[in-house]
C-alpha cells in the first residue's frame, strides 16, 4: 500500500512537470505568435501611412485597428502589449488626420491613456502621455486635460525622454493661458539683459546641434505631411501642420552642380518642427516636380524645398481643418490660360513674398526673384484689343483649344450623404449613379472620361479640382441633387463660379459648401480667386450650353421646370483650371423628382441632355479654332 502511495506521488508530480511544461510551451507560441503578428501591423501600418491613397480607404485602417486590438487582447500583460496598444492609438491618430473626425481623435487619445494606465513603467508610457496631450489640446480643444497629462509626464517619468519636451508644452500652454486673462497693471520691467544675453548663447548653441533644434517659447507648429502630386500638367504640394504658422515662399534661378539652370521654389514655415514621416529629400521621375527637400533652415524654421522644371505659375494658399499650406503649379503643357510664370498669395496667416535677397542673407545666397517669363522665350502675353474680344468671345476660344478629357465629380459621398430625399433617396447615391451614366454616354461619344470617385468615398471639396488639375481634363463637371423644406419646390438648374446672383444661389451654395473645411472668414481670399480666375466667363458659357441642352432633351418626355444658369460661390469649384460647373439633377424633397431621380431610365435622358450640352460647347470652341 506504501508503495503504491509512493508510486502515484511520483506519478502526479511527474503529471505536473508534464502540464506546467505544455503550459510554458503554448505560452512561448502564444507569445511568439503574438510577437510576428505585431512586426506584420507595424509593418502594415507604415506602408498604408505612406501611401497616398489611404486617405479615401477608411476600411483597411480599422481592419489594422482591428487586428492591433487582438494582437494587444492576446498579449495580456506582456510588455509588448504596450507597443501594440501605442500602434492602435497612433493607427486611429493617423485616420483621424485623414477623416477629420472627433470620434477618431477620441478613440487614439482613449487609446493612449491605455497604453499608461495598464503600462505606467514602460518606456513607452510617458510617449502615449505626450501624444495623448497633443491631441487634447490641438483636436479636441481639451487645454486643461492635456496640461493635466503633461504635468502627469513630470511627475510620473521626471527622468524619460519625453520630460523635457514636456516641461516646454507645459510652459507654453501655461503663457497661452495666462495671455488670455486680464494684465494687471505693469511696473517698470527692471534690466533683463542677462537673460538676453543667455537666450543668445543658447541659440546660438542650438545651432551647432545635430539632432531636431529646439523650438522657441512658443509651442511650435508640426509639420505632419508633404504630400507632392505631379504630372505634366501641373502638381500640387500640401502641407499638412498640427496648428496654424506663418509661412514666406521665394522663387529662386539657381545653377545646379551640374551646371544646369533650374528653379527652385521655397517655402519657410516659421516656429516650426517636422515631423517623423517627413522625408529630408524625395525624387519624381515625371512632371513638373522633380525633386522635394525638407529640412531647417534656422533651428525654429522648417524649409521645404521644390525642384521644378516646365512649370509657367504657381498659386499659394492655406486652408483649414486640419491647418494647410497648398501650391498648385501649372505646367507649361496644361490648358491654362495664363501665359506667365507668376505668383498669386493669400495674405491670410501672413503668408508672404520674399521680394529681395535680404531674407537669404544667413544662407550666403542671393535669391533672384523670378521674371515673367524666362528670357529665352521670344513670346509676349496675348492681350487681344477689344474688337479682337467681342469677334473671337472667351480667352479659351483666342487660344483655339478643344475639349477632350471631362473630369465628372459625383458629389458627397461616404460619411458625408449629401441632402436626405423621399423614399429612402440619398443624394450621394444618385450622385454616383448619374456619373456613371454620363461618363457611359461621353465615352460613346469620343470624350476620356476621368471621375473623382466610383464607389461610396469621402472626398474633401478642396481636393476635387485638384484631381482635375493634375490629370489635365479640360472641363470638370460636379453632380448634385437639390433639397428644400418645400416639397412644392423643384426644377433643374446649373452653376458656375462667381458671387451668387440670387437668394436662391446663396441657399444652395451654403448648402453644399457644408461639406468644405473652409470658414466665412476664408472668404476674402475666395472673393481674391474668383476676382483673378480666367475661367469665369468660359465656365458661365458652359453652364448656359448644359442648362438649355438638358432642359430641352428631358421636355421631349417630361414635365420639369427650367430654373436657368446661376451663379455662386461653390467650394467644390475654387481652384480649377478649366470650366467648371455644378448640376443640380433635381430635387429629392420634390415626390415627383425624388421617383424620377431614382429611375436608371429618367437618369439616362438626363446624362444624354447633359452630353448634348458639353458637345455643343466643345462645337463652339472648335469653330473658333478654325477662323
Known amino acids: 500500500m506504501v508503495r503504491m502511495t509512493a508510486f502515484f506521488g511520483r506519478l502526479g508530480g511527474i503529471l505536473a512537470v508534464v502540464a506546467l511544461a505544455l503550459l510554458l510551451a503554448a505560452g512561448a507560441v502564444r507569445a511568439a505568435g503574438v510577437a510576428a503578428g505585431y512586426q506584420a501591423a507595424v509593418k502594415e501600418f507604415k506602408a498604408l501611412r505612406d501611401d497616398p491613397g489611404s486617405k479615401d480607404r477608411r ?51 482613449s487609446l493612449y491613456a491605455r497604453v499608461a494606465k495598464a503600462y505606467p513603467r514602460h518606456a513607452w508610457s510617458d510617449d502615449a502621455l505626450l501624444r495623448r496631450a497633443d491631441i487634447l489640446a490641438e483636436h479636441l480643444k481639451k487645454p486643461d486635460a492635456a496640461k493635466a497629462d503633461l504635468r502627469r509626464i513630470l511627475r510620473d517619468h521626471p527622468k524619460g525622454d519625453m520630460a523635457d519636451q514636456a516641461k516646454k508644452l507645459l510652459a507654453a500652454a501655461e503663457a497661452d493661458a495666462a495671455k488670455d486673462k486680464p494684465e494687471p497693471a505693469k511696473a517698470k520691467a527692471p534690466d533683463k539683459s542677462p537673460t538676453k544675453a543667455s537666450a543668445s548663447a543658447k541659440a546660438a548653441e542650438a545651432r551647432k546641434s545635430s539632432g531636431p533644434p529646439p523650438a522657441t517659447s512658443a509651442r511650435p507648429a508640426v509639420l505632419r505631411r508633404a504630400v507632392v502630386k505631379t504630372g505634366s500638367a501641373g502638381g500640387r504640394l500640401t502641407l499638412t501642420l498640427d496648428r496654424e504658422t506663418t509661412y514666406r515662399y521665394q522663387l529662386l534661378d539657381q545653377k545646379r552642380s551640374d551646371g544646369e539652370q533650374v528653379k527652385l521654389l521655397y517655402i519657410d514655415l516659421d516656429n516650426t518642427r517636422t515631423g517623423s514621416a517627413i522625408p529630408s529629400e524625395k525624387r519624381f521621375a515625371k512632371g513638373v516636380v522633380s525633386r522635394l527637400r525638407a529640412g531647417y533652415f534656422t533651428p525654429d524654421t522648417v524649409r521645404v524645398v521644390l525642384e521644378l522644371d516646365g512649370v509657367r505659375q504657381y498659386e499659394i494658399h492655406s486652408e483649414d481643418g486640419p491647418f494647410r499650406i497648398v501650391l498648385d503649379l501649372d505646367g507649361e503643357s496644361g490648358g491654362g490660360s495664363k501665359g506667365q510664370f507668376r ?15 535680404d531674407e537669404d542673407a544667413a544662407s550666403g545666397k542671393k535669391a533672384q526673384v523670378a521674371k515673367a517669363a524666362p528670357e529665352k522665350a521670344d513670346r509676349k502675353p496675348l492681350t487681344p ?18 475639349v477632350r478629357t471631362v473630369m465628372i465629380d459625383p458629389g458627397h459621398g461616404g460619411k458625408d450623404p449629401g441632402a436626405q430625399g423621399l423614399y429612402g433617396v ?98 476674402q481670399a475666395i472673393l481674391s480667386d474668383l476676382m483673378l480666375s480666367s475661367k469665369t466667363s468660359e465656365s458661365k458659357d458652359l453652364a448656359k450650353f448644359v442648362q438649355k441642352r438638358t432642359v430641352s432633351e428631358l421636355r421631349g418626355k417630361y414635365r420639369i421646370r427650367d430654373r436657368g ?16 460647373v455644378l448640376v443640380e439633377l433635381g430635387y429629392i424633397t420634390n415626390p415627383t423628382e425624388a421617383k424620377r431621380l431614382s429611375s436608371d431610365a429618367y437618369l439616362r435622358k438626363l446624362a444624354d ?19
Open 426 to 523: 440619398t443624394e450621394k447615391d444618385v450622385n454616383l449613379r448619374f456619373a456613371k451614366e454620363l461618363g457611359a454616354i461621353l465615352r460613346k461619344r469620343g470624350f476620356k472620361v476621368l471621375y473623382t470617385r466610383t464607389r461610396d468615398v469621402f472626398i474633401p471639396l478642396e481636393k476635387r479640382t485638384e484631381m482635375a488639375n493634375s490629370q489635365g481634363a479640360d472641363l470638370f463637371v460636379s453632380i448634385h441633387c437639390n433639397a428644400h423644406g418645400d416639397p412644392g419646390s423643384s426644377g433643374l438648374e446649373t452653376y458656375s463660379l462667381n458671387l451668387a446672383n440670387s437668394r436662391d444661389a446663396v441657399r444652395v451654395a451654403a448648402r453644399e459648401n457644408a461639406a468644405s473645411q473652409k470658414k466665412i472668414s476664408d472668404l
Open 609 to 627: 441632355g447633359l452630353a448634348d450640352g458639353i458637345v455643343a460647347y466643345k462645337k463652339r470652341i472648335e469653330r473658333y479654332a478654325k477662323i
Open 59 to 109: 476600411d483597411l485602417w480599422k481592419a489594422l485597428d482591428a487586428k492591433l486590438a487582438a494582437l494587444a487582447k492576446a498579449a495580456g500583460k506582456d510588455p509588448l502589449g504596450a507597443k501594440i496598444l501605442y500602434y492602435e492609438a497612433w493607427t486611429n491618430a493617423e485616420l483621424a488626420e485623414r477623416s477629420y473626425l472627433d470620434a477618431d481623435w477620441e478613440a487614439a487619445a
Open 385 to 402: 484689343s477689344a474688337a479682337g474680344k467681342k469677334n473671337l468671345g472667351s480667352l479659351v476660344e483666342q487660344l483655339g483649344l478643344s
Open 565 to 580: 444658369p446661376h451663379e455662386a460661390p461653390f467650394f467644390v469649384l475654387i481652384g480649377a483650371n478649366m470650366p467648371a
Open 343 to 357: 505668383a498669386e498669395a493669400s495674405g491670410k496667416r501672413g503668408g508672404k513674398s520674399a521680394k529681395s535677397a
